[in-house]
């Protein structure tokens, strides 16, 4: 196997948090919530070129939310996402029970192929959510 350096360049959107690859995107969905209203964020890697999704691997999503944030899961696996051959997403369901900036973070365990090799990956993830007051 190959090894690759997975991150290219970091930058922030007002829509989410996207990390650039030579094999893949990865973007971080970040939702508009109100307190106790639960909402929806969403981690998405996107594969590039002639790379595509390896939906045998072991892909995995671990998260930890602050206090005051309660999430649908906190372990998420490839039965939880949506996976297309260039596409991996996953949804993660959360409420916040206060106002204010909360950043749920966690690990994304994944892998993209090609014909003639796959290389894994592993990226920290961070979901900003401001919470509105209702």
Do not use: W
């Amino acid at each position: 196997m190959k090894k690759v350096l997975t991150v290219a360049a970091l930058f922030t959107a007002l829509t989410g948090t996207a990390v650039a690859a030579s094999n893949y995107d990865l973007t971080i969905e970040k939702p508009a919530a109100k307190v106790n209203v639960k909402t929806v964020a969403a981690v998405k890697v996107t594969a590039k070129g002639a790379y595509h999704i390896n939906k045998e691997y072991p892909t995995k999503l671990s998260l930890t939310a602050p206090d005051g944030v309660t999430l649908d899961r906190d372990k998420l696996t490839a039965q939880n996402a949506k996976i297309t051959e260039k596409v991996l997403k996953f949804e993660i369901g959360l409420t916040a029970a206060t106002a204010g900036k909360k950043t749920i973070t966690g690990e994304l365990k994944g892998a993209v192929c090609t014909e003639n090799d796959c290389i894994p990956f592993s990226e920290k993830v961070s979901i900003e959510v401001g919470v509105a007051a209702q």
